[in-house]
């Protein structure tokens, strides 16, 4: 800031530099990116607010990544980093997800950016699931009650069965979707486990069997 006296002529300028108080940034940061989604984690980056709005030093930002699949078992997953990268970990296969980032300065945080959506590749291999019991026979047919892995495992497209005699190796197989439901009447009248949170019990029945054999199912 500059004053000068001025009359028909001018006076000396005297100046004094002064500098405003900072605050917390006016905008979000800007061009958020997944550079790479990988089965457990993925790579984020992304820039600084524009300069006119960042109302002082940036020191740090803050990313949040929130599931937005329902069978996600886990909850967000948030950190504090002082650059414009970031790896993001403890991600599950084959799993929704979207992520925000915001800026901070010595005031506080600024406003979050838009969330952009990503998805974790999918597993390799799938757990075989933790739990399986036969719950009704007939003459001629069983039903299969089961419990699907852990999310975390990876995504199942469908389910299957393997059943032969007993001490005959010779294998049968079929196959079930990867939402088969139970009929609650049935589960009412099992003593079954409660079962973990984002897993669930699916049933299946298999017909076509001989009287009165006893049978191996895999």
Do not use: M
Not at 12 to 31: G, I, K, L, M
Not at 46 to 64: H, K, R, S, V
Not at 115 to 125: L, S, Y
């Amino acid at each position: 800031v500059g004053v000068a006296a001025r009359t028909t002529i001018a006076g000396e300028r005297v100046s004094q530099e002064v500098q405003t108080d900072q605050s917390v940034p006016a905008a979000p940061p800007v061009y958020l990116r997944v550079e790479e989604a990988r089965e457990t984690d993925a790579s984020i980056s992304w820039q600084a607010p524009p300069c006119l709005q960042t109302n002082g030093e940036i020191t740090e930002y803050e990313f949040e990544v929130t599931p937005a699949d329902r069978r996600a078992a886990q909850q967000k997953i948030a950190n504090n980093v002082r650059g414009t990268r970031a790896q993001v970990t403890s991600l599950q296969p084959y799993t929704r997800y979207n992520v925000k980032v915001r800026a901070y300065t010595g005031r506080g945080a600024g406003p979050w950016s838009t969330e952009v959506p990503f998805q974790t590749a999918a597993a390799q291999t799938v757990t075989a699931p933790p739990f399986v019991r036969v719950i009704n026979t007939g003459a001629d047919n069983a039903h299969l009650v089961w419990q699907s892995p852990d999310p975390s495992s990876g995504y199942v497209d469908k389910y299957k069965c393997r059943y032969s005699p007993t001490g005959t190796q010779q294998y049968q197989e079929r196959q079930f979707p990867a939402v088969s439901p139970c009929q609650a009447r049935i589960l009412e009248r099992q003593q079954l486990p409660p079962t973990p949170p984002g897993t669930r019990l699916h049933c299946g029945r298999i017909d076509n069997l001989k009287p009165e054999q006893t049978y191996d199912f895999q």
